[in-house]
């Protein structure tokens, strides 16, 4: 609020009264401002505000009534209240009239110097009243949008936050159905970031997260939109963009990560993942959109530092089986297509098979065998590892009762479970087991959990209370891929493990000791051995490698040269025929050696077969749909999973080329999208034969 005077308006042809107005009216607070006309009254009202105006009635060239008239119709001045000034014989149809033209009172002349100054009082009021109102009302409608600003917006980035993120995501959506448009949502995370900001605190991290909000924002386009939802993940929304420029925008965000970022007296080489879906061909809802963009954000980051995914975009042929493969893994369970094998493991003084290990495989109706690392990460990305791992459970439990019940002398050998991280966030994740346990009545000695470095690192705390409960049931516990991982003597101490597993990749190494391997693995025994934990070296494949390991003390073995993972009853017919004795004579090392040879020729040779499988049906594509020699080449390379840039490098030509190329593939094959393309190459190849 100022203190600026209040200023009331007097409009009257006779100087007389004006000065009369002015000596009753005379107040500190109020700004007099005299017109002789009504003409003058006008102008003066034009570039000026007044809180109220004493009007002439009857005066020369325009009157009281039409100078009212005009004041009420203008936008600047209709509210301010007008008090006629008139003559005590004015008639009651004037006095009508005045009222009709906007009048709010009369005031009688001769004057009655305390009537008037008490309505003119009256009226100042009103209008201190209503100033006070637009005043709270500006304050409040300021305080309105800091508040609106702040539930909207990123304090530090001055970013759209999580938020506004969604509301403006239902909204494209809204726009696309509508208009029939695709539009692109790209998830964005920096890789490491973690490391700076726990390195070097959270001043310098912020820094850095506004420098990088800066370089995004410069990056994408005028109307895509980019918000920050939380730490350093960034969400973009494209509007009217195809998957082809959606992959655009993402090679030039992560091009401008090349140049380093200056915080004060570091530099900074960051990079980023990005996960990409496009609507409506990667989902028609926002929640199947985000999930789909988050998947492909978790390949970018498989892939490495600074990478981008698109949901199975087709970025190349094995993709777009990936994507088959999600949807049929959720059907897989329910129409039984799911079965356990089992991998002896033999302790090396004794030669007898002490445990195994049960693994899941999938007969697909079509593809036939699926291999668990092509399918067990999607399950992971999807979320369907909880289900497939308690159909693991259960059957292993349905297994070991059935083999009691038949009085198969397996009461002994424990069977080892993998378990994924996600089941330690699951709610009811070790009741559901326990069902299960008692429903076959399982003893707790006949099975064993394998985890890997990976769970504990999610939540150390609830993984440690968890895994001490599994511990208190009886179940055996083994850290599995030890090595691989952090491998933190912590774990060692901290979580409850019986036994650790020594991973493949050191197993290859033996005996000719790559990489230190041998140091590290009798380290691992030695220590094992010191805090009363056995070590189990699984991918055992050699003679050498088996003689190395048992010379320095390992106990337990897992490996392709006892048996690879059998069925129920080929696993009771090793176990029995190897009760006593299972290292023989029966394996030397040059059957071992040739076994293994051959088993590698065999994989080349399917991989080989898969790329010519893909070969021929890009041809017999190429001349069902008349491509050109040059539309093949690009073709082919869509397969391969190229992006634009890439394929004008490898060919080149011009991106814009490039473009137009594909622009002729899409239409002759009357789709609109490079995923439509790739599903045509896949059914192609299935008719060629199975992949």
């Known amino acids: 609020m100022n203190n600026e005077k209040i200023n009331i308006l007097l409009v009257d042809d006779h100087p007389e009264n004006l000065l009369t107005l002015e000596a009753i009216l005379e107040n500190e607070e109020y700004n007099l401002i005299k017109a002789n006309s009504g003409d003058e009254a006008l102008k003066y009202l034009l570039k000026n505000n007044v809180a109220l105006i004493l009007l002439d009635v009857q005066m020369p060239g325009i009157d009281g009534f039409t100078t009212a008239k005009i004041i009420k119709a203008r936008e600047k001045t209709k509210h301010v209240p007008i008090l006629f000034i008139t003559a005590n014989y004015l008639d009651a149809e004037h006095v009508f009239m005045g009222y009709s033209v906007g009048a709010i009172d009369y005031i009688l002349k001769p004057f009655d110097p305390m009537i008037l100054a008490s309505k003119v009082e009256r009226f100042v009021e009103i209008h201190k009243l209503k ?37 403006t995501l239902v909204n494209q959506f809204s726009d696309a159905k509508t208009g029939l448009q695709p539009f692109g949502v790209m998830l964005l995370n920096l890789d490491r970031f973690k490391q700076i900001n726990d390195t070097l605190g959270h001043m310098i991290a912020d820094n ?9 924002s410069t990056s994408v386009r005028q109307h895509d939109f980019v918000a920050r939802v939380g730490g350093d993940e960034f969400y973009f929304i494209l509007p009217d963009t195809n998957r082809e420029i959606s992959v655009e925008v993402a090679e030039e965000i992560l091009d401008s990560f090349k140049a380093p970022f200056i915080i004060g007296q570091y530099e900074f080489y960051v990079s980023a993942s990005i996960g990409l879906a496009v609507f409506p061909f990667d989902g028609e809802d926002s929640t199947t959109l985000i999930k789909k963009a988050d998947a492909a954000l978790y390949r970018a980051k498989e892939q490495g530092q600074n990478k981008y995914n698109v949901y199975h975009s087709g970025m190349n042929i094995h993709s777009y089986r990936s994507f088959l493969i999600q949807n049929d893994l959720r059907k897989a369970i329910e129409r039984d297509e799911f079965y ?40 992971e990305e999807t979320g369907l590892i909880i289900d497939i791992d308690q159909w693991v459970f259960e059957n292993v439990c349905k297994q070991i009762n059935q083999w009691k019940e038949n009085e198969l002398s397996l009461q002994n050998i424990r069977i080892a479970i993998n378990l994924s991280a996600q089941h330690f966030i699951e709610k009811d994740f070790l009741a559901n087991f ?42 055996k516990l083994s850290l599995d891929d030890f090595g691989t991982g952090y491998s933190s ?22 005996p000719i000791n790559l990489n230190n391997s041998k140091e590290i693995i009798e380290s691992v025994i030695f220590l094992a051995n010191k805090i009363n934990m056995s070590v189990i070296a699984e991918g055992v494949e050699t003679i050498q490698q088996l003689d190395h390991l048992k010379t320095i003390g390992c106990e337990e ?7 690879p993972p059998v069925q129920s009853d080929q696993f009771i017919q090793y176990v029995k025929s190897n009760e006593r004795q299972v290292i023989t004579n029966r394996l030397n090392e040059s059957s071992v050696i040739v076994m293994f040879e051959s088993t590698e020729r065999i994989t080349k040779k399917e991989d080989q077969l898969n790329s010519d499988v893909i070969q021929l049906a890009i041809q017999q594509l190429k001349n069902s749909y008349s491509l050109s020699n040059r539309e093949q080449d690009v073709f082919r390379l869509i397969v391969e999973g190229l992006s634009n840039k890439e394929i004008s490098e490898r060919l080149f030509i011009s991106e ?15 789709v609109s999208d490079r995923v439509q393309v790739i599903s045509k190459v896949y059914e192609a190849c299935i008719k060629v034969e199975k992949i």
């Open 131 to 167: 100033q006070q109102l637009e005043h709270q009302s500006e304050t409040l409608l300021q305080k309105n949008k800091v508040i609106e600003h702040m539930a909207y917006y990123d304090s530090l980035t001055e970013l759209p936050n999580r938020r506004k993120f969604y509301d």
């Open 208 to 216: 850095l997260l506004l420098e990088v909000s800066k370089r995004i």
């Open 340 to 379: 356990l094998v089992y991998q002896p493991r033999v302790n090396l003084l004794t030669g007898d098979v002490t445990s195994a290990e049960a693994l899941i495989r999938w007969n697909h109706p079509v593809w036939g065998a699926i291999k668990p690392e092509e399918f067990i990460p999607i399950a």
């Open 434 to 475: 326990i069902n299960i346990f008692n429903k076959y009545k399982i003893d707790s000695n006949n099975i064993e959990f394998e985890i890997t470095e990976l769970v504990i690192l999610r939540n150390e705390e609830a993984v440690q209370q968890t895994l001490q409960s599994i511990k208190e049931l009886g179940i």
């Open 489 to 510: 003597l912590t774990y060692l101490r901290n979580f409850p493990f019986d036994s650790i597993k020594i991973d493949k990749s050191f197993i290859d190494d033996l």
């Open 557 to 563: 073995v897992q490996g392709y040269i006892f048996s």
């Open 656 to 670: 814009h080329t490039v473009k137009n190329h594909i622009t002729n593939i899409l239409h002759k094959f009357g």
